[in-house]
């Protein structure tokens, strides 16, 4: 192995919210880092998750949040432990974006926006000497060096530490389209498959429910899918669903409709009232009366909810159907339209310190790594941590080399 360069320098690829927050703690410790990001400006996806208030993370006790990492729970649990969402919160409180936390116990900006935040986080970066190269794209490596595509011409540029913070393969234009799986397949690196993850389901609406509910959501509902269930707001979309609720079960239906199509997930007009109840409030509004009229008059119900009913209920059995009306998914919508993306690179070729097993000195973080969590701030987070928990031991083994 080379030896270092005095100071050790740093290439950090990806400049989304992992490789900046990889970036300030390394450049804090008075290492130059610089960052490469092949889009014109940083942080796309990061602002495109402004837009929805910016969940940074939750304030559930943290055994339930590491929980919700299913299967690579341990593998996280470090990295989590070592930069908390409570550490998250002080840190954006630090940049002037005060958190909050809102009544579902996920956490907030108080500005419901990314670009204050980034504002301030950017001057951060540039007051501790942090070098940003925008419009590079990298191509892989070339021997050691690291080879870049910048405005048609190819730069190669050879760090003493490599961070890859390349993001997954969703919303491709916003930067991170999973393209580095070749570039590490080149050296021998396989990945566990891209798969779509917090998005939404295809099913067959009639055209005229098409016609007049898509777009419009349905607050209050509960889904349930075998074991999984979940309470909240799913959006009718032109050709199926999506919503807070569908994504907390999107990874089990996913991995059902691999198997199997379609699949049949339940739906809870009323989540509040038992059948029993539902059955009652039915039987004090005549019978004579319009279905309509009933089932406003006595649960209350929308037409978006009575549409769905006469589009997929039993109406001979109408409390069945409003307490589990069956809804057959037949795919998920693409990758491109998803909010994040599951596989990325495995564990098992990773040391703890997130190092590359077979490329000494190149690190990975943030979402290209095979972990997947449902939409509520467990993604972010697991970003931050990542980054903070492999800058950790960056600068420890740099700090104690001659
Ligand atoms: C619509 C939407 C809303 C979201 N809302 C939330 C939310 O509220 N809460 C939450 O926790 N998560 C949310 N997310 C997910 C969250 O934004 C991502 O998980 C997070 O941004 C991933 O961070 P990252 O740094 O790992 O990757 P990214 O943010 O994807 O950054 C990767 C960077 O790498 C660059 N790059 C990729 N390939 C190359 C290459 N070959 N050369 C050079 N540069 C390259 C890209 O341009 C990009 O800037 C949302 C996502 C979307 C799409």
Known sequence: ????????????????????????????????????????????????????????????????????????????????EAFSPQDLRNWADGLGAETFVGSSGRVF??????????????????????????????????????????????????????????????????????????????????????????????????????????????????????????????????????????????????????????????LDLRPELSVGQVTDKLARVPTHQSLSNRLRKALNLSPLHIALLRDCGNLSDLAQSIKALPLRLTGTQSLERAISSAGGLRFDDLTDTLELKALPRVYAIGEMLDWEASTGGYLLQACFSSAVHASTHISQSLSARP
């Not at 796309?44 to 910016?54: S, T």
């Not at 979940?230 to 959006?235: A, F, I, K, N, S």
């Not at 609720?245 to 691999?258: G, N, P, Q, T």
């Open 1 to 80: 192995m080379s030896p270092l360069s005095s100071p050790p320098q740093i290439a950090v690829i990806g400049a989304g919210p992992a490789g900046l927050m990889l970036a300030e703690r390394l450049s804090a410790k008075g290492f130059p880092v610089d960052i490469y990001d092949r889009m014109p400006s940083v942080a796309r996806k990061f602002l495109m998750a402004g837009r929805g208030g910016l969940n940074l993370t939750h304030s559930e006790a943290p055994e339930t949040f590491l929980t919700r990492y299913g299967a690579t729970a341990e593998r996280l649990r470090p990295m989590i």
């Open 109 to 266: 900006p108080k500005a419901l926006k990314a670009s204050p935040l980034l504002r301030a986080w950017l001057n951060r970066l540039s007051a501790q000497g942090v070098c940003l190269h925008l419009r590079h794209d990298w191509q892989g490596f070339d021997d050691t060096a690291l080879v870049f595509s910048h405005n048609s011409e190819t730069r190669r540029v050879t760090p003493d530490i490599t961070v890859l913070a390349l993001g997954g393969a969703s919303w491709p234009r916003l930067g991170a389209d999973g393209g580095w799986a070749a570039h590490l397949g080149a050296r021998g690196i396989t990945i566990a498959p891209f798969r779509p993850a917090n998005m939404g389901f295809l099913t067959q609406w009639s055209d005229i429910f098409r016609a007049r509910f898509a777009g419009q959501p349905l607050k209050n509902i509960r889904l349930t899918f075998g074991e999984h269930s979940r309470q909240g707001e799913l959006m009718i979309t032109r050709d199926g669903i999506e919503g807070g609720a569908v994504y907390a079960l999107s990874a089990a239906l996913r991995d059902a409709l691999e198997t199997t199509t379609p699949v049949t997930l339940f």
